[in-house]
Nanobody
């Protein structure tokens, strides 16, 4: 079983940056392709970026050039560096495997972009 705990969210002004972290328990983290998702109120949960066990990355078109996903397998942690944040980036951000595993969803971390 894997437990995921997201952190690093908060309130940031437009144009600002945040770095999210996702700490995983469980010995299989290193074998998982991990991803970041986000969900705004009343909307579906969207895939933002993913990273393979070896570090190969994928980004949704809207995230390219602004978001960077990375991972540290020794620390069982995956990160999301977010730059040039805009109000439309406001959402709850989650990490999970990809494809996502229902039982892995954590509480997420709220990101609010507002002046």
């Amino acid at each position: 079983q894997v437990q995921l705990v997201e952190s690093g969210g908060g309130l940031v002004q437009p144009g600002g940056s945040l770095r999210l972290s996702c700490a995983a328990s469980g010995s299989i983290f290193g074998s998982l392709r991990m991803a970041w998702y986000r969900q705004d109120a009343g909307k579906e949960r969207d895939l933002l970026a993913s990273i393979t066990q070896g570090g190969s990355t994928y980004y949704a078109d809207a995230m390219k050039g602004r978001f960077t996903i990375s991972r540290d397998n020794d620390k069982n942690t995956v990160y999301l560096q977010m730059n040039s944040l805009q109000p439309e980036d406001t959402a709850v951000y989650y990490c999970n495997a990809t494809p996502p595993v229902l039982g892995y969803w954590g509480q997420g971390t709220q990101v609010t972009v507002s002046s």
